[in-house]
């Protein structure tokens, strides 16, 4: 086994290993990464065995700690149809040895969902449980199953749906990025001083790199938008990066009708919908999670975990 630190060189080998892993997703793409290169000190790292390539890594530099990945959703090993457990046994074997000869004795491995894997892929979680590396957080995401063949709604959101019918909203594809951005500003910072993770320049041009996989929907009376979701479509997953309402968007209870009409859009083309998570280390928002499974949402486990060595 051979490992290789990533550079620019490597980028078309790196990009066509993760168009085609198990486990990929567009986020691990180079050019999605790079929009963030100078919040973080890229480490990221590439396996060959017998002068083929069987995986990567995205990981950045934290102190003396190598993270997978704090500046996407989640990270991990990315690995194709091939990966066994005796293989990725060998790509930890060598990514412990590459990391001691830098003088790097951690890891913190945040593990990909498994909604995420097209076949699958759990691997990393089993060597690393071998390892005895320390489970230091278990979030829950909120999934619904869109191959169900049903989605069960609870009566309020039943009600609003109906009732957003009946005002004639309509819920349609927005370019309208900035008014997006700047409700989501207003609802972060209003409900709990936080500002959203990425600049509206950013996500603008993230969404011009990815136009088929970074989608806004947004709901309108008449011309006027009420508010709307940003989606991050992968393989089989449609999943809410971004999701809020106005003051007259939560007035007319508008977000189940904009996320029934994108149930319904996406049912029979994708597995999943995700909601991705509603917690910040111990803190857990009840109601937040309460309101995804009012639509049907229910607990899908992302672990992270620390593996300290010497």
Not at 156 to 181: C, P, T
Request: with cysteine.
């Amino acid at each position: 086994m051979e490992v290789i630190r990533y550079s620019a060189i490597l980028e078309h080998d790196w990009d066509r290993f993760v168009s085609s892993a198990k486990n990929g997703h567009f986020m691990f793409l180079r050019r999605y990464m790079e929009y963030h290169s100078h919040r973080f000190k890229d480490e990221s790292i590439l396996f060959y065995h017998k002068q083929k390539l069987v995986a990567v890594l995205p990981a950045h530099l934290e102190d003396d700690m190598l993270a997978t990945h704090k500046g996407l959703t989640f990270g991990g090993i990315i690995c194709d149809e091939a990966m066994t457990f005796s293989l990725m046994q060998e790509v930890f074997r060598t990514l412990l040895s590459y990391l001691q000869s830098k003088r790097i004795f951690k890891v913190h491995y945040k593990v990909i969902p498994v909604c995420y894997h097209q076949i699958p892929a759990c691997e990393d979680v089993a060597v690393l449980t071998r390892l005895r590396a320390t489970l230091v957080e278990r979030d829950l995401v909120s999934v619904i199953n869109l191959a169900a063949p049903k989605i069960e709604y609870y009566r309020g959101v039943r009600w609003s749906i109906r009732k957003a019918h009946k005002l004639g909203l309509i819920v349609r594809h927005s370019d309208d990025w900035e008014s997006f951005m700047n409700i989501m500003k207003n609802l972060l910072e209003e409900r709990y001083g936080l500002s959203p993770v990425h600049t509206t320049e950013e996500i603008i041009k993230l969404a011009n790199l990815f136009p088929s996989n970074i989608l806004l929907y947004g709901v309108y009376n008449e011309d006027t938008l009420l508010g709307g979701t940003i989606l991050y479509v992968s393989d089989q997953v449609v999943h809410a990066q971004y999701m809020g309402m106005g003051s007259e968007g939560k007035r007319l209870r508008a977000l189940p009708f904009l996320l029934d009409t994108l149930f319904k859009k996406y049912r029979g083309k994708k597995q999943y919908f995700s909601f991705g998570t509603s917690q910040d280390g111990d803190y857990i928002n009840e109601s937040l999670y309460y309101f995804k499974e009012s639509l049907g949402a229910r607990a899908m486990l992302q672990d992270q975990y620390l593996l300290s060595f010497n």
